[in-house]
């Protein structure tokens, strides 16, 4: 058991219980056990080979290329039409996980002799996907958009018309071709971050007089990118500038490649379409450092939350920061799934 992820299992939730279970018998079949995308991952020599997840109504095991299993009990369940490789075995209650022990460790073996073959699920290529009627025609009348669609990489593509045929309702299949013809015009995909340029934003906020906020706090734009948290930290008031390009210096070292934000006047930490695991803002006093999984550090962030996930760090004029703590604390919290705002 890899203890980093013992906070998912310890969680009081619907089906915590049934979870443990399955990840008792999983780790049974010699699998390592990780976490990613904030859930259980076990794999093979790095390779995800099934995940422990869990949804209102059942949980579930995912096998990543449960596509090419043999399902003789016919129990493996494809979520969508348009998941190609993944198949679920899903469970709604404790003595079901436990039944199906053999049965569960037999498709957890057949997983793992899939990925040591090197098996690879053969998906379709992009021409084989349905195209929504009210995106065909959004081309035909549009010759710009058309060569900017088809210009896309294929993954891209995939994505938005995956995007679209998903709409149940003709007029939502419409809204959403309508909403995403400025992002395929301008060459990006679904899930691109589509922003105005952060440099075009601190170039506004420097010609600009920074309205300092309730406690101090700059009003900065909303941006990505680490041109726009240097706007915020340039317009910390007095001491706290200092602190403020420590502290970012201090968790970039400490994560390399960190994706950096500015959001709701809070320059933000995290990975890049994982959520973000740490931000800080001015108080009138101190500088507020938050951990949002900070009860799971260790040790834990001296300051709590109305939050019970989120943990504090007050930093004072004159304050010694210790950096080392400081900086393990960063490490950790980099490896915990990230916070969605």
Same mark, same amino acid.
């Given at each position: *058991? ?28 010699? %699998?390592?056990? /990780? ?25 579930? %095991? ?19 039409? &348009? ?12 003595? /079901?996980? *436990? ?10 073996? /057949? ?19 349905? *195209? ?19 210009? %896309? ?31 395929i015009l ?23 007089k920074v ?6 706090n700059p ?80 040790? *834990? ?11 504090? %760090? ?13 900086? &393990? ?13």
């Amino acid at each position: *058991m890899n203890p980093k992820v013992d906070w998912y299992f310890n969680k009081a939730t619907k089906w915590q219980e049934e979870q443990i279970e399955l990840r008792t018998i999983v780790l049974d079949c010699g %699998l390592s056990e /990780e976490l990613k995308w904030g859930h259980p991952c076990y794999t093979l020599k790095g390779t995800n080979v099934v995940l422990i997840h869990a949804f209102k109504d059942y949980c579930a %095991l995912l096998f990543m290329k449960g596509a090419l299993l043999k399902d003789d009990h016919r129990i493996l369940v494809q979520q969508t039409k &348009n998941v190609q490789a993944a198949r679920q075995i899903r469970f709604t209650g404790l003595r /079901e996980v *436990m039944k199906q022990e053999r049965t569960i460790k037999a498709y957890v073996l /057949e997983a793992i002799e899939v990925e040591k073959a090197g098996l690879k699920v053969e998906l379709k290529k992009t021409t084989e996907f349905e *195209m929504p009627e009210e995106f065909e025609r959004a081309l035909k009348k549009n010759a710009p958009l058309k060569k900017a669609f088809y210009a %896309l990489t294929p993954g891209r593509q995939r994505g938005y018309l995956l995007h679209f045929s998903s709409a149940k309702q003709s007029k939502t299949r419409e809204d959403r071709v309508e909403k995403c013809a400025e992002r395929i015009l301008a060459g990006k995909g679904l899930d691109d971050v589509y922003k105005a340029s952060s440099a075009v934003k601190v170039a506004r906020a420097s010609s600009d007089k920074v309205k300092l906020l309730s406690g101090g706090n700059p009003q900065i734009p909303k941006g990505d990118g680490d041109a726009v948290v240097q706007a915020y930290i340039a317009a910390m008031p007095g001491w706290k500038q200092d602190v403020g390009r420590r502290l970012d210096a201090l968790i970039t070292r400490a994560v390399p490649g960190v994706h950096k934000a500015v959001k709701w006047n809070t320059p933000m930490y995290g990975s890049e379409g994982e959520g973000w695991f740490l931000g800080f803002h001015c108080i009138t006093k101190y500088i507020k450092l938050a951990f949002y999984r900070g009860s799971s550090l260790r040790p *834990m962030p001296p300051e709590i939350s109305k939050l019970k996930d989120v943990r504090y %760090l007050h930093i004072h004029e004159g304050d010694k920061i210790d950096e080392k703590l400081l900086s &393990n604390w960063v490490k950790q919290a980099a490896e915990l799934p990230g916070h969605r705002l």
